[in-house]
């Protein structure tokens, strides 16, 4: 009778368990926020971001990425070359308090398109670039409208 009772609590134990939340990252309404200063909407020139696009894991970089924000990092990571037609690299800047930015740029037949962001998980805002009618800009968005479970 001993082996059916420790059975029957093992299992119910085991059902208990089973409802526990799963483990989401939360949306959190107070952090702080990294780019409160800057303008809302701010113009960019992808084509002189390029030159970030040549640049080696491990080396410090500083650019201007708009009129109102300056950036200086480390490049973490980089394509690595095996589609011709997509090149991205990734600049961690412990200036921004560890934010992030990435850029891609893809060509494709005889237009060139850029990706990008700057955002920090530490902050509740972060930076998209955005391309409207052949001209790109940056924009604020809420950290939590860009990203996904």
């Given amino acids: 009778m001993k082996p059916f009772f420790l059975i029957l609590f093992l299992l119910g134990s ?25 303008p809302s909407v701010q113009p960019v020139q992808p084509e002189k971001l390029e030159v970030l696009l040549g640049h080696a894991v ?3 970089v500083t650019f201007q990425l708009s009129p109102a924000l300056r950036v200086t990092g480390v490049v973490t990571s980089v394509s ?6 997509l090149s ?21 037949g005889d237009d060139t398109e850029y990706t990008g962001r700057l955002l ?14 052949g ?8 950290l939590y409208d860009l990203l996904s479970e």
Avoid: M
């Avoid at 690595?80 to 037609?85: F, I, L, N, P, Y």
């Avoid at 001209?135 to 809420?142: A, D």
């Fill in 88 to 108: 991205s690299v990734v600049i961690r800047s412990q200036a921004l308090g560890g934010a992030t930015f990435s850029f891609a740029r893809r060509i494709g």
């Fill in 58 to 60: 491990g080396d410090t």
């Fill in 80 to 85: 690595d070359g095996s589609d011709k037609t």
């Fill in 14 to 38: 085991l059902c208990l368990h089973a409802q526990g939340r799963a483990p989401l990252r939360e949306p959190d309404p107070h952090k702080p926020l990294l780019f409160a200063t800057l």
């Fill in 135 to 142: 001209k790109y800009r940056l924009e604020k968005r809420g």
């Fill in 120 to 133: 920090s998980y530490n902050h509740g805002d972060a930076l998209e670039l955005v391309r409207e009618n």
